[in-house]
């Protein structure tokens, strides 16, 4: 299965994303601050990373375009509750592989995360 990097402002939203990823036999890390995931990512070969597109320090686009030069090969998924068709635009040029809405469901998040992944 694949390893994952999760990034969100919020804690919890983070850790329940990894929750339901890990049941589907992923490898799943977990982050709020946006260092932490960079350095992680710097270290780690990840497959997928999940970014909230509105974080304390930085944005999701930026952070994105961070893990990037580490590892050009890593996919992406952004999240927002605030969707914009500029921020959608940023993220897909960065190389993002999907831009959903949050909340997202359970099943949302799965069939995104398989769609990419097989992708």
Same mark, same amino acid.
Request: hydrophobic share 50%; net charge negative; with cysteine.
């Given at each position: 299965?694949?390893?994952?990097?999760? @990034?969100? %402002?919020v804690l919890d939203a983070a850790i329940? $994303?990894? !929750? +339901?990823?890990? /049941?589907?036999?992923?490898? #799943?890390?977990?982050?709020?601050?946006?260092? *932490?995931?960079?350095?992680?990512? !710097?270290d780690n070969p990840v497959d997928l990373? $999940?970014? %909230? +597109?509105?974080?304390? =320090?930085?944005?999701?686009?930026? #952070?994105?375009?961070?893990?990037? *030069?580490?590892?050009?090969?890593? =996919?992406? $998924?952004?999240?927002?509750?605030?969707?914009?068709?500029?921020?959608? /635009?940023?993220? @897909?040029?960065?190389?993002?592989?999907?831009?959903?809405?949050?909340?997202?469901? *359970?099943?949302?998040?799965?069939?995104?995360?398989?769609?990419?992944?097989?992708?």
């Amino acid at each position: 299965m694949a390893s994952i990097v999760v @990034l969100d %402002d919020v804690l919890d939203a983070a850790i329940m $994303i990894k !929750r +339901i990823l890990s /049941r589907q036999g992923h490898a #799943v890390e977990a982050f709020a601050e946006e260092e *932490k995931a960079i350095a992680y990512v !710097r270290d780690n070969p990840v497959d997928l990373a $999940i970014l %909230d +597109i509105k974080l304390l =320090k930085m944005t999701g686009v930026e #952070v994105l375009e961070e893990m990037k *030069k580490f590892s050009p090969s890593t =996919k992406a $998924i952004m999240l927002t509750g605030y969707p914009t068709l500029e921020t959608a /635009r940023q993220a @897909l040029e960065l190389g993002a592989n999907a831009y959903c809405v949050k909340p997202i469901d *359970k099943a949302e998040l799965e069939s995104t995360v398989a769609g990419v992944l097989q992708g």
